[in-house]
């Protein structure tokens, strides 16, 4: 027993600290009241369409949980999936790189894919 408790703490304090360095970051990009700070003024327009995608990416993810472990996964998803295919587009309107062009266009392509999978999947269970 004693050699299957150890690395379980272990997991479990390695899994804790990933989520609290995740706050931490999420949270340095803050304001005190919880929100994103305003764009600087000059900001690149690129900049400023990160930010709008980003606040809204956020915003949309904030859902009201119900229990249902499938539901909030889905429902969770599917704005944060939304943010990396806005994101992606941002990337595509802006960037001039090839590589960085086409990795945005496979982005937008499987992301929407998936968009679609998990609205089927809350469309079948009901987890609106």
Same mark, same amino acid.
Do not use: C, W
């Given at each position: 027993?004693?050699?299957?408790?150890?690395?379980?703490?272990?997991?479990?304090?390695?899994?804790?600290?990933?989520?609290?360095?995740?706050?931490?970051?999420?949270?340095?990009?803050?304001?005190?009241?919880?929100?994103?700070?305003?764009?600087?003024?000059?900001?690149?327009?690129?900049?400023?369409?990160?930010?709008?995608?980003? #606040?809204?990416?956020? /915003?949309?993810? *904030?859902?009201? $949980? !119900?229990? +249902?472990?499938?539901?909030?996964?889905?429902?969770?998803? &599917?704005?944060?999936?939304?943010? #990396?295919?806005?994101? /992606?587009?941002? *990337?595509?309107? $802006? !960037?001039? +790189?090839?590589?960085?062009?086409?990795?945005?266009?496979? &982005?937008?392509?499987?992301?929407?894919?998936?968009?679609?999978?998990?609205? *089927?999947?809350?469309?079948?269970?009901?987890?609106?």
């Amino acid at each position: 027993m004693r050699n299957t408790v150890r690395p379980a703490l272990i997991a479990v304090a390695v899994l804790l600290a990933g989520r609290v360095l995740a706050q931490g970051m999420d949270h340095a990009h803050r304001d005190h009241a919880g929100r994103h700070p305003a764009p600087a003024a000059g900001e690149a327009p690129a900049t400023r369409a990160f930010r709008a995608v980003d #606040a809204r990416m956020h /915003a949309d993810m *904030a859902i009201r $949980y !119900s229990g +249902d472990v499938d539901a909030d996964f889905v429902r969770g998803m &599917i704005p944060h999936h939304e943010g #990396a295919v806005g994101m /992606a587009r941002v *990337a595509l309107q $802006y !960037s001039k +790189d090839p590589e960085v062009r086409a990795l945005a266009e496979e &982005i937008v392509k499987a992301q929407e894919r998936e968009i679609a999978q998990m609205r *089927a999947i809350l469309a079948r269970t009901g987890g609106k």
